[in-house]
């Protein structure tokens, strides 16, 4: 049977503030991520992103909903779910005493790979995450880019089907930013489904192929990433014509160098009808594609 790599129904998380007060971090969410996919979970910090990767992996419980993984209950097979995940906290924990040959030696333990195997996946790991020629430094003496690559490389060590990434580049660089995307979509290549929170929008747009928007603890939109940014775009086509002279298509407006056409029916039926009318005579032809920070604005109604 193929069960979804994870499934969030109904999940309620409930909080007390300072004064006693309740207040709902998760209010409700439901989510279905496919196998082999990349799913963004995003929205700005206090949307409620880290409480549900906390519930998914186990270090939280959900006050109403269930939660599966691979068709396993977290809370009822708790042990059986965590071999099949690897989790890569927002937080830096680490055991800062030991080398870094030993904190993953340990975590190989837990998630029990085989003892005869552990020094040739511990090799492989710090090989891809550039960091081999640290494996006999202490945790505590690397760098913050460094405990972050380790991070990941204990998340990795089991070969898990489901890899979630709670804001993995948070407080990075950018050159090591790009490592943990070429990271991401290599594993995701492999066939490992990958979940990631951010609220780096342009994190989204270039690694994600779902992606749901979460604000104040509720779902407000969720969806084929480029099907999202279709329904926001600007219902126009802009093109470029090498002879200007040609006899217009009804509705097509000339916008300078460019024209300009409406969409009537769907984006796909009026590039073709374009496509058919010019031909040939076509320089370029492009939808106005809406950025993910232009949607969040207008479901937030923040946007004009």
Known sequence: MNMLPLRVNN???????????????????????????????LGPNGAGKSTLINMISG?????????EVFGLDVKKDANKTKQLIGVVPQEIVMEMAFTVEEVLYYFCGMYGVPRHERKERIKAVLEDLGLADKIHEKARSLSGGMKRRLMIAKAILHKPKLLILDEPSAGVDV????????????????????????????????????ITLIDHGHVIKSGKLKGIQQEFSKNSIHFELFDRS???????????????YPITTNLATDMAKLTSHYNHNLKSIR??????????????????
């Open 287 to 304: 939808s106005e594609a809406a950025s993910l920070e232009h949607i969040f604005l207008k479901l937030t109604n923040n946007g004009s």
């Open 175 to 210: 050159s090591l930013r790009q490592k943990i995307w070429s990271l991401v979509r290599r594993l995701n290549d492999e066939g490992t489904t990958i979940v990631f929170t951010t609220h780096y929008l342009e994190e989204a747009e270039q690694l994600c192929d779902s």
């Open 59 to 67: 270090i939280l419980l959900a006050n109403d909903g269930n939660i």
């Open 246 to 260: 040609v006899a217009p298509l009804a509705g097509v407006v000339e916008v300078g160098v460019e024209y300009e």
């Open 11 to 41: 999940v309620t998380k409930i909080f007390k503030n300072s004064k006693g007060q309740e207040f709902k971090a998760v209010d409700g969410v439901s989510l279905d991520i496919e196998p082999g996919k990349i799913f963004g979970l």
